[in-house]
Every structure is written in structure tokens, then in C-alpha cells.
């Protein structure tokens, strides 16, 4: 079994600010002998619009959030108390005006090994609640991340809004994972569904799911534009960070009072994960010849 932590925060537009906080929790989850961190998706910041996230977007070389969490895990390294963090960012695109939405999977030497970047893209007008289009400011991937070994088991990536679309669960399921992640800064109008859905994954895929989401009402100001036209919290995430096992179950859960940054701990065990797919043997009873497709 391998102990891996959820973790739960409220990022600001202020990258340095938001690096500190991710720092918090590393501090926590190591101090707790975890040997995996999954944060949250746009942890590294929140922006206020479409442009203003293309205006302070930093690449990954330069990113103060970024090299906070480096200097963090080669330091823990060194005193003997590795750590891997999943962690949801924004980065430059290379092929357009617009950022990427992408995860990225730090090691324990503080180096960048793997990175996803979000396929779907959340383009939606609520009734009563936000209107929100990715789009407008991120350029969507194009391709699968394959699942690829980790500390605790064979880790799929995918983020947020991604987690409606089960075609990507199934073929990370297919190509061999054994826990998937899906970071999220969720809405509160859509929330009902975050925890269902997270579930329903873990129950179809026969996997562990890992949830770190955002929670609370965002600062996208900066204190100028505070002090000129007073403190203005437009967007706010729904939290309920989790992590769940293959039977669907909510091993932990982070706190829906307590605004700090904070984490929920798990035990990965894949013996038990071997044991639910070996009694219920879901992949070797699919229908491709019916359904003429096998993701």
C-alpha cells in the first residue's frame, strides 16, 4: 500500500502567492510520509478573464509557482523524504495566441517527466449561474497521455471537464492505469455532479480516482485594483476534494467548512484493485464486436 494525498486550496491571480500555498501542502503531506501530492487544476492561478490569463501566464522555466514546488521537492529529496506532485497549470501555447491547459507530473528531483493537456474545454452559458468558454483563452490537446508508472501504481491523466467524457477514463483504463486524476477548479451551479461522476468513473473503470480540487471564492485582482475599485470575488469553486477507491467508495474527503489549504490522505492498494477487477472482469466481457470499437 502506498499513502498518497488530495490536495485542496483556493488560488489567487498571484503566482507567487499561489506557489506558497501549494509549498503548505507539500510541507503536509510529507510530513504525513506521502509518497504522491495530486493538486488541483489552474493551481498556479485564477485569472479574472480570457486576456488577463494570457497576460500573466509564465512558461514552467519561468514560473515562480513552479520553481516554489521544485526547490521544495529537491530539498525534501535530499533530507530523504521524496515526494511526486500532480499539479494542474497554465502554459504558453506554441502554436497560438491562447494558453494551455495542462498537468504535469513533477519527481522527486524537482523535474518535469510527463505532462496532459485538457482536451475538453468547458464552453457553457447556466442557466442562473456563470458563463464560462474555455475556449476563449485555452487551446485545446489533441492526444492521450498513456498512463505511466508512479510510486503508487499506473497513474491516467485528465482534468476537470474531462471527467463527463468517459471515453478518455476508458482507454486510460484500457492502456494499462490503475489510478486516475482528474484536478478540478469546479463550479458551484454544476457541483451536484462532481462527486457522482468521480464515482461513477472509479465503479466503470475499476480504478482509484484522485480528486484535488479548488474550493472557495477566488481573488483575481491585484491589490491596486482592489484599493481603486474594491474587492470584487466573481468565481467560486465548489472544493469537495476526494479520493475514491475501484467499489466507488470515498476513502477521505477534505473539509466543505474550512477555507485553509488542506489535504485528505489515502492508502493506494492494489492488491484490493486486483481483487474487484479479477471478481468482476469488466475488460474481457466488452462488446467491441457489437459496439464496433474498443477504446
Same mark, same amino acid.
Given at each position: ?13 498571484? =503566482? ?22 495530486? =493538486? ?155 462527486? +457522482? ?53 470515498? =476513502? ?42 474498443? +477504446?
Amino acid at each position: 500500500m502506498v499513502l498518497v494525498a488530495a490536495g485542496q486550496l483556493c488560488a489567487s491571480s498571484c =503566482l507567487k502567492e499561489n506557489g506558497l500555498k501549494a509549498i503548505k501542502l507539500i510541507s503536509k503531506a510529507s510530513a504525513l510520509s506521502c509518497k504522491i501530492l495530486f =493538486l488541483p487544476e489552474a493551481s498556479d492561478y485564477i485569472a479574472k478573464n480570457a486576456n488577463h490569463s494570457k497576460e500573466i501566464v509564465k512558461s514552467v522555466h519561468e514560473s515562480p509557482f513552479i520553481l516554489q514546488i521544485q526547490d521544495k521537492l529537491k530539498e525534501l529529496n535530499k533530507s530523504g523524504k521524496s515526494l511526486f506532485v500532480a499539479v494542474g497549470i497554465h502554459e504558453p501555447s506554441e502554436k497560438s495566441d491562447r494558453v494551455k491547459n495542462t498537468l504535469i507530473w513533477i519527481n522527486e528531483n524537482g523535474h518535469i517527466d510527463q505532462r496532459y493537456q485538457k482536451i475538453h474545454l468547458f464552453d457553457v452559458d447556466i442557466k442562473d449561474g456563470p458563463i464560462l468558454k474555455e475556449s476563449n483563452a485555452v487551446e485545446p490537446g489533441q492526444s492521450v497521455l498513456p498512463p505511466f508508472d508512479t510510486p503508487a501504481g499506473k497513474l491516467g491523466f485528465g482534468i476537470c471537464y474531462d471527467l463527463r467524457f468517459p471515453e478518455l477514463s476508458l482507454r486510460l483504463r484500457s492502456e494499462g492505469a490503475q489510478i486516475l486524476t482528474y484536478p478540478s477548479a469546479w463550479t458551484m451551479k454544476t457541483g451536484p455532479h462532481f462527486q +457522482v461522476l468521480a464515482q461513477s468513473t472509479a465503479i466503470f473503470t475499476q480504478s482509484y480516482v484522485v480528486m484535488p480540487a479548488q474550493k472557495g471564492k477566488h481573488k483575481t485582482q491585484t491589490d491596486e485594483e482592489i484599493a481603486k475599485d474594491g474587492l470584487k470575488l466573481n468565481r467560486e469553486s465548489f472544493g469537495h476534494t476526494c479520493i475514491i477507491d475501484p467499489s466507488g467508495t470515498i =476513502l477521505s474527503q477534505c473539509s466543505d467548512i474550512d477555507q485553509e489549504e488542506q489535504i485528505c490522505v489515502a492508502d493506494i492498494d492494489l492488491g484490493k484493485l486486483d481483487i474487484i477487477r479479477k471478481n468482476m472482469p469488466l475488460w474481457t466481457q466488452r462488446r467491441p464486436d457489437v459496439f464496433g470499437y474498443n +477504446v
